[in-house]
């Protein structure tokens, strides 16, 4: 089995916050680390896919999934068992600010992912939604099976390729599941393939940035194995794992401008009495460069970097870093500060316009803007206009209240100025009442 993955416990960002060193950490510095997102309708088979992607890149441990299987047979559901590791995983990944998303690692030859789900709520949208605020790319799960595409494609496919799109992640991956079930017919895979496409390409996504792979989660067929053997002859692709390594968001990431946001802040360290923590979400970095530090707009220099515990000279976006940091007086730093290059930096905002996704009624309201690690108290003060999901154009100016599952257009003032640019998610008592794109800001 080429792929390698991490035991549970081997999350990079939870093993460098709490200054773990393990053996599983030194393995090989990934290409890239990326966000990515499962989607589907009610049933498609989401989380039996997502159990078998762990189980299959031996994220999850045969003892594990032996006990899932156990209290599954139990009530007679032994399918289950699989689409439980995603939520017994996720429930115990849950973790910082954004407690609705949890995440779930496992890493291929190239590529470390981390899968967002909400737990509890696996089909609610706002929970999706949230995560796929922080994706680069989306998974789409849709079920092979007679009918029960045709239904989906009706109802909550539809709307989560719309709201996915809306709030701005390009690439889709459509894993076109429970080929078991129509014997593996290309004919279905190919009229599936044919109807999805025509409105993908209608809810914005480019024909170029959408792939469809057949699969099943829950035989393992084409997922991270091949298809069992003498079915699927007449496919010529990847398999789901390759399709998404294949992705090539990163490679873009890498050639903007640098931003990584602080996840972690150590003094006092043997190596380097000041190291910062966090993903490089944009460009790259090396040894001896100047960063500026948003939002006290001080420079510091790049004086080392630890990648999965061991000394590297340079990294790019998608990795998870540790840089000891010199020439900087730490009161300069705070967790959800922004590393930038100088040279192209990140604006201080203290108010912005955002399309927003509404999750429950927003009207002008006090709010908690999220991002990250990042949480600042804010209003909403005005409702600009409400806008067409699919085309972005505006159908109402000025309404008084945007309703839940509407995009819109709005103004929002924070209390402080932050850097801010991106996907951001709006909270107030507790729960997420929206999540946005930022457009402009000043
Ligand atoms: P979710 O609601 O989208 O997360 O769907 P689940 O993963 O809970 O699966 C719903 C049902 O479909 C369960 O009974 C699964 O066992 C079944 N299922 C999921 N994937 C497959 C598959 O690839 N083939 C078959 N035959 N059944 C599947």
Redesign the pocket.
């Given at each position: 089995n080429p792929f390698t993955g991490p035991s549970p416990d081997d999350v990079v960002v939870n093993a460098q916050s709490k200054g773990v060193k393990s053996d599983k950490q030194k393995a090989k510095p990934k290409e890239a680390e990326r966000i990515t997102n499962g989607i589907?309708h009610?049933?498609?088979?989401?989380?039996?896919?997502m159990g078998r992607l762990l189980y299959d890149l031996k994220v999850i441990d045969q003892r594990s999934l032996d006990k899932l299987r156990k209290e599954a047979d139990a009530i007679g559901k032994s399918?289950?068992a699989l689409?439980w590791v995603m939520d017994q995983t996720s429930e115990e990944r849950s973790r910082g600010v954004t407690v609705d998303i949890a995440t779930n690692s496992f890493e291929t030859e190239k590529t470390r992912f981390t899968i967002l789900d909400a737990p509890g709520h696996?089909?609610f949208i706002p929970n999706m939604i949230a995560g796929a605020s922080q994706a680069d790319f989306a998974i789409l799960?849709v079920d092979a099976g007679t009918n029960s595409f045709e239904s989906g494609l009706k109802g909550q496919t539809k709307e989560h390729a719309l709201l996915v799109r809306s709030m701005g992640v390009q690439r889709l991956i459509v894993a076109v599941?429970?080929m078991?079930?129509v014997s593996w017919s290309e004919g279905r895979f190919q009229e599936i393939s044919q109807q999805m496409s025509a409105f993908l390409t209608s809810a914005g996504f480019q024909p170029k940035n959408v792939t469809f792979v057949p699969c099943?989660?829950?035989?393992g067929g084409n997922v991270v194995n091949p298809p069992p053997e003498g079915t699927m002859l007449w496919y010529t692709g990847q398999t789901l794992v390759q399709e998404l390594d294949a992705s090539e968001t990163t490679k873009r990431a890498i050639e903007q401008p640098l931003r990584l946001s602080i996840f972690d802040i150590f003094r006092g360290g043997v190596t380097n009495p000041l190291s910062v923590a966090g993903r490089i979400a944009a460009g790259s970095l090396q040894v001896g460069d100047q960063v500026l530090v948003m939002p006290s707009g001080e420079k510091a220099t790049i004086k080392g970097i630890e990648i999965d515990n061991g000394a590297a000279d340079w990294a790019v976006a998608g990795q998870m870093v540790t840089l000891h940091l010199t020439d900087i007086d730490p009161v300069h730093l705070r967790y959800g500060d922004v590393l930038c290059s100088p040279s192209n930096p990140i604006k201080n905002v203290k108010s912005f316009t955002a399309k927003i996704l509404a999750f429950e009624h927003v009207l002008p309201m006090s709010v908690e803007v999220h991002q990250g690690r990042l949480n600042v108290a804010a209003t909403v003060s005005r409702l600009v206009a409400v806008l067409d999901k699919s085309t972005g154009e505006v159908t109402k100016k000025k309404p008084r209240a945007v309703q839940p599952g509407a995009v819109a257009r709005v103004v929002v003032e924070l209390e402080n100025a932050i850097p801010l640019e991106g996907r951001v998610i709006l909270r107030a008592g507790g729960s997420t009442v929206a999540a946005g794109l930022i457009e402009s800001s000043s």
């Open positions: 589907s009610v049933d498609h088979g989401k989380s039996t896919l399918s289950f689409a696996r089909d799960v599941n429970k078991d079930m099943s989660g829950l035989t």
